[in-house]
């Protein structure tokens, strides 16, 4: 089974009408990936991944339960749930982390807009450093806030 775009998401990996539009975007709906891809998910200080998509990181790439924060298998989780105060180290920790392995490419899902409670208008200024990176992938969520200015003709 391949991995889900919302027809919004293909326009907009097709560069949107203009062909200005970033093409990274990490899919709705994340079900395989292949070697050397990494699906990035929001976690909990303890790694309790019993929903959304840590559980799915748990059940299908590999993040181990015990282990809130970094790679675990084909998965990297993010400390969401403890505040944006302490989510901010963390997502600094992974841009660090992503720029240092260009050989990975890392699929950001909407973290922190889940159970954590928070407005992508409050998480993914954090991962502009991270948006600049060719081998990062965020939501389409993310990519409407960062790119606030930049409408398709």
Not at 21 to 44: A, D, I, Q, Y
């Amino acid at each position: 089974m391949d991995n889900y775009y919302t027809e919004e998401e293909l326009r907009w990996c097709e560069g949107g009408s203009n062909g200005l539009l970033p093409t990274r975007v990490t899919p709705s709906g994340v079900r395989v990936l292949k070697p050397g891809e990494v699906f990035v998910f929001g976690s909990n200080f303890e790694g309790n991944h019993l929903g959304g998509a840590a559980r799915a990181a748990m059940e299908k790439f590999g993040a181990v339960q015990g282990i809130g924060e970094g790679l675990q298998g084909q998965s990297y989780g993010i400390p969401t749930m403890e505040g944006l105060k302490n989510m901010i180290p963390a997502i600094e920790r992974f841009t660090s982390f992503a720029r240092q392995h260009q050989e990975l490419k890392f699929y950001v899902t909407a973290i922190g807009c889940g159970i954590a409670g928070y407005l992508a208008e409050e998480v993914a200024p954090y991962f502009l450093q991270a948006a600049s990176f060719s081998n990062v992938f965020l939501p389409l969520s993310f990519w409407k806030v960062i790119n606030a200015g930049e409408k398709e003709p």
